[in-house]
């Protein structure tokens, strides 16, 4: 078994493929880790930013 990469992560909670951090080489791959397990799920959100439309508008 292997750890997931810092991008491999970013997929699994949404991110677009382009995404860096902006100071890859300062950010220590742990507190990447940290940032990216501390975010919320972007399908998550917009999911519930459209159900939420959704309702006000019906």
Same mark, same amino acid.
């Given at each position: 078994?292997?750890?997931?990469?810092?991008? *491999?992560?970013? +997929?699994?909670?949404?991110?677009? *493929?382009?995404? @860096?951090?902006? &100071?890859? #080489?300062?950010?220590? +791959?742990? #507190?990447?880790?940290?940032?990216?397990? @501390? $975010?919320?799920? &972007?399908?998550?959100? $917009?999911? &519930?930013?459209? #159900? &939420?439309?959704? $309702?006000?508008? $019906?």
């Amino acid at each position: 078994m292997r750890k997931l990469t810092p991008k *491999e992560c970013l +997929r699994l909670q949404g991110f677009p *493929e382009d995404f @860096n951090f902006l &100071i890859d #080489n300062i950010v220590s +791959r742990s #507190n990447q880790y940290k940032q990216i397990g @501390n $975010t919320v799920s &972007i399908p998550v959100v $917009t999911a &519930i930013a459209k #159900n &939420i439309k959704k $309702t006000l508008l $019906t």
